[in-house]
């Protein structure tokens, strides 16, 4: 079957070229997302102080930039 100009589904996770994380990152790298902050580095004060949070639907917390949280609630 010649597949030339139809549509298809993959998995991110199976790109081969460029690097998968490039991928995300070109597709969805000014996505927003929300969680909840479990811990600050030097309780926040400083301007270099990063946010330890946890998102729903990540099996790790990620680390972001205090200087970088946008809509605290």
Known sequence: MDLRNHLV???IRDVYLPDPQQ?????????LIKG??????DHGKQREAFAV????????PV???VDRLMDVQ
């Open 23 to 31: 991928v995300l990152l070109e597709m969805h790298g000014n996505d």
């Open 53 to 60: 949070i946890e998102v729903e639907g990540l099996s790790q």
């Open 9 to 11: 589904s993959f998995r």
């Open 36 to 41: 909840r902050v479990a811990d600050l580095s």
């Open 63 to 65: 680390i972001v930039p």
